[in-house]
């Protein structure tokens, strides 16, 4: 008996642990129609809206077609309000152009686009930072949180080798790793302004 009510009680937490939320928002089909739909966003263990678990693909339920799974290479983006903060995830390239992830957007510009996509353990920790920066003319960069500073910098110089003032602007960041995610908003923000 007791080890009856021990399992149950497990069964029951473990379930609750992998509950899913489903929130309000929209997808854009490969053809630019956007259509609301509820957005399924997974949950794990330990983190109760696990965000990294999108990266491959997206649960939605539309009105009219009922639950659909998406990959990347399906739909070109997907978005939706969750805890009063807007998430909007595009199909794009990861660390080759042609290896799509779903990866959140950090900045999108005239000039240059920022996405990005952090991959976490089992606790919820911050494994790794991936990020996507985009020029207009669809050329693409990929860059990791976990490189030697000055190898991102020298990656990301090169990206943007047309640019002075943004190399310039380079030259004075990534000083630390703490830093890092700040400094690549403002290299992002100084690409679009000039």
């Known amino acids: 008996m007791k080890y009856s009510f021990l399992l149950l009680l ?3 937490s473990f379930g609750y642990s992998f509950a899913q939320t489903t929130v309000s928002g929209s997808y854009v089909t490969k053809t630019n129609e956007t259509i609301k739909a509820n ?9 109760a809206e696990d965000l990294s678990k ?14 659909l799974t998406f990959k990347p290479e399906d739909i070109n ?3 939706f309000l969750l805890n009063g903060k807007q ?3 595009y199909a794009k ?6 290896n799509l992830r779903f990866l959140q957007a ?3 510009g005239p000039k240059t686009s920022l996405y990005w996509a952090q991959t976490v353990n089992s606790n919820g920790a911050v494994v790794g930072t991936f990020y996507t920066f985009e020029k207009a003319d669809g050329t693409y960069a990929f860059l990791i949180n976990t490189m030697r500073l000055d190898k991102f910098k020298i990656e990301l110089k090169e990206f943007y080798k047309d640019n002075l003032q943004v190399q310039q602007l380079i030259d ?3 000083q630390s790793k703490t830093s890092l995610h700040n400094d690549v908003k403002e290299v992002i923000q100084a690409v679009n302004k000039i």
């Open 54 to 67: 999108l990266f491959f693909k997206v649960k939605v339920v539309d009105s009219i077609k009922g639950t």
């Open 106 to 108: 950090v900045a999108i």
């Open 172 to 174: 004075t960041k990534f």
């Open 87 to 89: 998430h909007q995830f």
């Open 93 to 98: 390239p990861f660390n080759a152009k042609n």
């Open 39 to 47: 957005i399924v966003v997974p949950s794990s263990i330990f983190i």
């Open 77 to 79: 983006s997907f978005e």
């Open 10 to 12: 497990w069964l029951t």
